[in-house]
C-alpha cells in the first residue's frame, strides 16, 4: 500500500468556528460484536447511534439511528458502491458519492436542498483507517481507527455543525470503506 499525503487543507479564522480546537476524541465508533461488520453503534459527543445491514451481508442496504433520527442508506444500483443515497425521517435526502469510479478514498456528501457539501477523503491515499472530513474548505472531523488496520473501533475527533443525517454520512463512509478493505473487497 503506498502512502501520499494529500494537499494541506486552507483554514481561516471565520472557518475555525465549525472545529472544535481540540485533537482529544469527541466519539467512538465500534462495532457491536468484534469483527462483526453488520452491526455498528456510534457516540459523538452527547449523541448516539447505530447502524447495521438491512440483512445480513447485505452491503447495499443499510439502517441508522442518530439521536431520533432514523433512515436507510441505498445503493442507486445493485453493487454499485460509488453511488448511495440516504434517505433519513428527518426529511433529508442526502447523496454520497465516490470522486472516481471504484475509488473508495475520496468521497463528497451533497445535500442540494440546503447546500451542504461535505467531503470526505483519506488522510493519506488508500489509508483506509485515517479519514478527514472538510466543510467549507476545513477539515473539521478526523474519523480514524484506534489502533493501526483495527477496523472495529473507530476514534471521532472534531465536531460538525450539520445536522445529524449528515453526521451519520460521514461516519458511514469509513464504516463501509473500512470494511470493504478488511474484507480483502478492496486494496
Known amino acids: 500500500m503506498s502512502c501520499v499525503k494529500l494537499d494541506p ?29 453488520d452491526r455498528w453503534t456510534f457516540d459523538w459527543g452527547n449523541d448516539a447511534g447505530t447502524f447495521r445491514t438491512g440483512f445480513s451481508e447485505d452491503w447495499d442496504n443499510w439502517d441508522f439511528t442518530f439521536e431520533g433520527v432514523s433512515g436507510d442508506i441505498r445503493t442507486n444500483f445493485s453493487e454499485d458502491w460509488d453511488s448511495w443515497t440516504l434517505t433519513s425521517s428527518d ?10 469510479s471504484e ?3 475520496s468521497w ?8 451542504i457539501t461535505i467531503k470526505v477523503r483519506t488522510a493519506f491515499s488508500n489509508d483506509f483507517d485515517n479519514w478527514d472530513a472538510i466543510y467549507d474548505g ?13 477496523w472495529d473501533r473507530w476514534s471521532i475527533n472534531g465536531e460538525i455543525d450539520v445536522p445529524d443525517a449528515h453526521k451519520a454520512a460521514v461516519l458511514f ?9 478488511q474484507q480483502g473487497i478492496v486494496e
Open 103 to 105: 475509488d473508495y478514498d
Open 138 to 150: 476545513v477539515n473539521v472531523v478526523d474519523l480514524k481507527t484506534t489502533y493501526r488496520e483495527d
Open 9 to 37: 487543507l486552507q483554514s481561516s479564522a471565520s472557518q475555525s468556528a465549525n472545529f472544535s480546537g481540540n485533537t482529544s476524541s469527541t466519539g467512538v465508533l465500534r462495532t457491536t460484536w468484534s469483527e462483526d461488520w
Open 108 to 115: 463528497e456528501i451533497i445535500d442540494g436542498t440546503n447546500g
Open 91 to 100: 426529511g433529508h435526502n442526502i447523496k454520497i458519492k465516490t470522486n472516481f
Open 173 to 181: 463512509i469509513g464504516v463501509f470503506a473500512g470494511g470493504l478493505y
